[in-house]
């Protein structure tokens, strides 16, 4: 047990620090949002360098151009790109879901033909997994898809999905056949967003704005080379998936939690020093900020012994979600009634906007409810509750 | 002791429910909510007419010469259809300034006359706007801040600072003065608006130190008011929570089957249960100005504006994703409740007060 | 809607806290529990002094003993009693449960036999409803009881029943057939304590005392007399039980808690003035507790209007069982390191016993899960979770 | 950068875990806690025998060389087991300052000799003791209330005020001196005393201002050892609970397949391993005198007496009424997390001194 960086990991987060400091373009620190085209080509742009760098893949096997490190490198990389307040790589969905389950289950000409461009943020990949029926129960999905000659034929709607306004290519489960057991009869393709008959929407969220998509799919043809997988096959490929989404993602939501806890303090610094209900709750939200930074390590070092991520992500995100819908409350209630006033950049808006959509992190990418149930059925061996 | 409505009261009840309830509908939501003032202003004369805005006035004045108890089950009924409109700030936050203008209670009743409070945060008593006696005229001078429905009301009682202390001025709005600039807020059913005024004429309506008194009966009126309105709010949330439990569907089942569910709308029940009981409470309180009023109608909001705002965060999460749109009415719901939540302070501020009354120190 | 007590109301209170005043023995004041012979003794002539002054079944008819009187009466009567930190009639089984469900189901022989001597608490009752392998499932009670000639014949095991210990007499839930609706096969009895082969042990609780018992039955013969409803009818008189366990219950929650917040007041006014936390938190017990009061007074509306208790039983019930959690755990944290200890006479102790005793209230009468449950399906239309 | 335990701290808890299990089964706790010390006395050599007492003295004074990580892993244990005895008294209150008597050190490692620390309130850092020389001895006179486990130990180590200011002193117990009074608590397997001193012998083991060094470390490893006994006991309710969900049926299913049940333990589950995150941190900081020592204990000794007691409640609800009997076990692990909470202060305190170092102010 030592909690310090080895010589190694220090000198990575020095290099990766000095880094950051240097290149972030001041328009991406503290961004709230891949929105608008200036914003995108700044991001492709950002990508592209961060790949240059050799931080795309960090823990990608070197063949397939990743860097071949250790899990805690990407820990390290995503501490330090929350404390510069950086934003991601463009193509999370590519690097943390798609790439992985390609890696597992593609093919060799499929690995050659997309996990290059994905590292170098050459085309951006989207999610489509849920549906307007189906939430919480994927198994349940209802796009239909067709093997008719040589391809198959997409037709359906999928909900939820973040970057589809951008993206050039998406993940998508589907429905091949009925089954009895429903979790039989899927079928995960690689879908080429430029495909006509492929229809993105956006969705307006609780703040204004529109983070995630809709994606119709209107007899879509997708060649048959883009099946991941066996045809019917598609819920093993779909687990590597969510796992891989599982690996390390505590560290982003710690790193993000980190940000937020420090602008609280600052906050409260500034306008409640003195009220010690303030006092007590900030300094409740800093213990939760430590304890999930050090959840994550341990999780962390099981991930490493065992190549296995364990409950550790389902408790982050858990976690995390709750405490960041408290602390942004905590900071409305603080800044009191000028926390109305939507427009301006100053702390009130801000904090207006972090409140509202902290009401989505309780529910996007696995809500509370199914955490717990993952929790008691997995890891305390309950019954099933449904 | 009778903690029930009379037949007439619930006739009251009934009546506004179908009111609203038709000429509401939550489709119609959002329409209000981005139309270019934010509220549908041919309902006034409506609402005038079914004797809403002159309850409590007496039948001398036009009034139906109720009690705070009847505004307060409209209140309650309007928070529920999230009607956009000044009856807040006509009837909790104007009237009891008014009630020293006599001329105007008739048009208040009449629907011909809407105002609203304009005091430096919308909320504190003291007072950043000056009123100097100029011949028989007063002229006033600062800015309001935070003012609801500023921008749809006719005229602005203020609290200005005036040679003998703050008193109670009433302000008509003509040839676009005072300044009216209306903010983007949050919830775009309940405006906020900075009022600037730079000499504009007034006509005193309380000299100090009665005027501190109708500011202080303002504070339990308006605490009250939003009391019953986030009661209303909450238990729509509940009913929306609760419709969809029953109808949508995972794992082949009712998701309103499974305890994570079911149990979180029954605890919105009962915080809406509680919150309405002190609701009620403090409504009497005030209809009978009974000397617990202050501390009811503080108890009151905290509470029932801590139960709205749950009550939406529950029916959100209830609703999964879909509760997180822009397109389904539950934002703003949750939005009317923040408001109701960040007016006068927060329940915090509230329970102090409450605590320096029974713990002392 | 007046919240004023009426001239009668008023009369009545005035006169009943004037008796209070002079009456209530000093060794009764605040008392825990009927433990021990010399209280027993106490609370015997008390409750005997309750009746002849006309304060036992004050909602009862008046052909039956009672004082015929509106519900209210019975609620003023309990905030009296909680005011002066009375103890109840030591016949509250009696009164509360047994009493009415003889009223509502038993022959006029059965009602000229028991319902005076419950009144005059010369006959003290306990419920034998909850069984070691049926808690909240009351419907899956395996007491056995048989018809065997002239009488039926008792067999099995009771527990949680509060005054067993003293009780002449008890109301019993058992199984008289095996049928496939659960419900039905069940008859209800009165059973004579003293009967050969009834035995009672006391149950030691967390605190330390024993407040409750176990019932064991075997072999004990009952009079065929002594059915109360149809063999295999006991789940509808049952149902009588528990719905008047509910109705003005709420009363008895609210004086509870109001002598509860009374008390904290004075403790944090004594060794937490300054504390801003602790105000903050004895204020939210201050207004829950108006939050119940009032609520309770909107069910005593509907209950004199519509002559059924409303949900609001058990909203009083799960409210005042976590307030009172609440409430004795700040009292504790307001004492300090002090509450450990123990013994003597002081705040610690009492306020430590509370704090144990406080845990079971989630728990008797209703579990806060199973009243979760009841709000859930009965008040809100939600399918049944079971 | 590596968060996890080597082979041999793994092999350390295995063999506690293995060796407390088979000795003390929930079946003895009773008879334990209802004995006249409320300490099975005979096990005492044997935690010496498998290192335990002398986990963090050197080898050169007849321990194991290790560290307070290794100790850590034995106070989880002790906890989650609810070992009665003076193993905290000796290991985490009186070692920091025994280190001062090297010779006492081989016989805290070999067993024979166990302490505590008297202190005015068994926490503050104040004295109410008084010090004074008698030619070459030292004469303790005042004292000290709500010791722990005064009544097994050897010997006490006293914050008494000298004439220079606070020293600590070690008073040998002699003779029935110094004055015992075991205090009837409420968790009767860690038992508090009432010490008093009628100018008993002491031996000077740290004049100040060395000694406020050696308090404030004590009071450190104090706050750490009990949030890692804090997760013991929390772990040990969360198998309880989980164990009698998954076999107590009611309405013909198990009562873990309710949410209302399985929710509530994954809860605990969730707290038990923040709090356990939180002690292991706060363990390897003492153990490497880390600059965030004081933080991390005070964050962890708050997070984990509340996650303890929240667990405990929480096991016995999904008890039902037999969680909250005396004859099952669950309760004596309630009144230990209860003890653990009101040791040193309140988690609102510790929380308050937090808000300190990141608020200032």
């Known amino acids: 047990m030592d909690l310090r960086d080895g010589p190694e990991e220090a000198a990575f987060r020095r290099t990766l620090r000095a880094w950051l400091e240097a290149k972030v373009p001041a328009g991406l620190r503290g961004f709230r949002g891949w929105s608008g085209p200036a914003a995108l080509a700044l991001g492709r742009d950002w990508s592209k360098r961060l790949a240059e760098a050799g931080y795309a893949g960090l823990t990608w096997p070197k063949e397939y151009g990743g860097a071949g490190r250790p899990w805690r490198y990407q820990a390290l990389y995503l501490e330090e790109l929350a404390r510069a307040e950086a934003p991601q790589h463009l193509g999370v969905i590519g690097l943390g879901m798609a790439g992985p389950t390609i890696i597992a289950h593609g093919r060799p000409d499929q690995k050659a033909r997309y996990l290059a461009k994905i590292l170098s943020a050459e085309e951006i990949w989207c999610q489509g997994f849920s549906e307007p029926g189906s939430g919480s129960d994927l198994a349940s999905v209802r796009t239909r898809v067709e093997l008719v000659g040589d391809h198959f034929v997409v037709n359906g709607q999928k909900v939820w999905s973040s970057y589809a306004h951008i993206a050039d290519r998406c993940i998508l489960l589907g429905r091949s056949a009925t089954t009895d057991e429903k979790h039989e009869g899927l079928t995960y393709l690689i879908v080429d967003m430029k495909s006509p008959g492929v229809e993105v929407r956006p969705l307006r969220q609780i703040t204004g704005e529109a983070e995630f998509n809709e994606i119709f799919f209107t007899d879509v043809e997708v060649p048959k080379a883009n099946l991941l997988g066996e045809v019917g096959g598609g819920w093993r490929v779909a687990m590597t998936t969510l796992s891989h989404e599982r690996g390390t993602f505590g560290f982003a939501l710690a790193g993000a939690l980190d940000v937020a806890v420090r602008k609280l303090v600052a906050l409260a610094r500034e306008r409640a020093g003195a009220d010690a209900l303030v006092r007590d709750r900030v300094a409740r939200e800093w213990i939760d900020l430590q304890a999930l930074r050090y959840t994550n390590y341990r999780a962390l070092a099981r991930l490493e012994r065992t190549g296995v991520p364990g409950p550790e992500g389902s408790v982050a995100k858990l976690r995390w979600s709750e405490a960041n819908q408290r602390l942004t409350k905590l900071a409305i209630e603080i800044i009191g009634r000028e926390a109305q006033v939507a427009d301006g950049d100053g702390a009130p808006a801000y904090w207006r906007h972090q409140q509202l959509r902290s009401r989505g992190n309780t529910i996007e990418a696995g809500t509370s409810e199914i955490l717990r149930n993952i929790i008691a059925e997995r890891v305390l061996g309950l019954p099933r509750s449904r | ?361």
């Open chain 2, 1 to 361: 002791m009778d903690f029930s409505f009379s037949p007439e009261q619930d006739q009251l009840r009934t009546q506004a429910r179908s009111f609203l309830e038709k000429r509401y509908p939550l489709a119609r939501l959002a329409e209000i909510a981005t139309s270019a003032d934010g509220w549908d202003r041919a309902s006034w004369p409506e609402l005038a007419r079914l004797g809403w805005t002159g309850a409590s006035i007496s039948e001398a004045q036009g009034g139906a010469g109720l009690s705070f108890v009847e505004e307060g089950i409209v209140f309650e009924e309007l928070g529920r259809a999230l009607y956009a409109g000044p009856y807040f700030s006509t009837v909790a936050l104007a009237l009891p300034a008014l009630g020293c203008a006599p001329d105007l209670l008739a048009k208040v009743a009449s629907g011909a006359f809407t105002a609203t409070f304009a005091s430096p945060a919308a909320n504190a008593s003291g007072a950043a706007v000056d009123g100097r006696r100029d011949g028989d005229r007063w002229l006033l001078r600062g800015e309001a801040d935070l003012v609801p429905d500023a921008g749809l009301v006719e005229a602005f009682v203020v609290p200005a600072r005036g040679p003998d202390g703050i008193g109670l001025y009433l302000a008509e709005r003509r040839d676009a003065r005072p300044l009216v600039r209306v903010l983007d807020t949050v919830d775009a059913t309940r405006r906020l608006a900075r009022v600037t005024f730079e000499d504009d004429d007034a006509r005193l309506l309380a000299a100090p130190p009665a005027a501190a008194k109708i500011i202080a009966a303002t504070r339990r009126r308006a605490l009250a008011a939003l009391a019953l309105e986030a009661v209303g709010v909450a238990s729509r949330a509940l009913a929306l929570g609760v419709e969809h439990a029953k109808s949508r569907e995972q794992f082949g089942r009712p998701i309103g089957a499974y305890q994570a569910v079911s149990h979180k709308l029954a605890d919105t029940y009962v915080e809406t249960e509680l919150a309405r009981s002190l609701a009620y409470w403090a409504a009497w309180c005030i209809a009978e100005d009974d000397g617990e009023a202050e501390l009811a109608a503080s108890a009151a909001k905290a509470y029932a504006a801590e139960a709205a705002v749950a009550a939406c965060e529950r029916a959100i999460q209830v609703h999964g994703g879909m509760g997180f749109t822009w397109d389904h009415p539950l934002h703003r719901y949750y939005k009317r409740a923040l408001w109701i939540e960040s007016f006068d302070r927060s329940g915090a501020a509230h329970r102090a007060d409450i605590a320096q009354a029974i713990l002392g120190g």
